[in-house]
Nanobody, 119 residues
Framework: VQLVESGGGSVQAGGSLRLSCAASRYTSSKYCMAWFRQVQGKERDWVATLDSDGGQRYADNVKGRFTISQDGAKTTLYLQMNSLKPEDAAMYYC??????????????WGKGTQVTVSS
């Protein structure tokens, strides 16, 4: 499985960005896909998860501002980010796991897309 993120960039605080993650050869009927982020020198943090049963979960610090979704073909994962704050700036990673168990430790990872938020 290959995951390729796009959509990162620079935005002012209060602005919006939509990240995309194109997934190839994903055939598992039960899966979860997620977004994580990492600031250089710090641990990678979980942002949001979407699973094959339609469940969505968000970290408290993005709840109400970010929305995770998937296209109808289930080949692209999105993260709509609104009301961005400087503390949202990070490298954002797409991840996927071929089951509903251990979604917090996904098997597959993309290479990331950088988000910069200026105050």
């Amino acid at each position: 499985v290959q995951l390729v993120e796009s959509g990162g960039g620079s935005v002012q605080a209060g602005g919006s960005l939509r990240l995309s993650c194109a997934a190839s050869r994903y055939t598992s009927s039960k899966y979860c896909m997620a977004w994580f982020r990492q600031v250089q020198g710090k641990e990678r943090d979980w942002v949001a998860t979407l699973d094959s049963d339609g469940g969505q979960r968000y970290a408290d610090n993005v709840k109400g501002r970010f929305t995770i979704s998937q296209d109808g073909a289930k080949t692209t994962l999105y993260l709509q980010m609104n009301s961005l704050k400087p503390e949202d700036a990070a490298m954002y990673y797409c991840a996927a796991h071929p089951s509903l168990i251990y979604c917090s430790a996904p098997r597959y990872w993309g290479k990331g897309t950088q988000v910069t938020v200026s105050s």
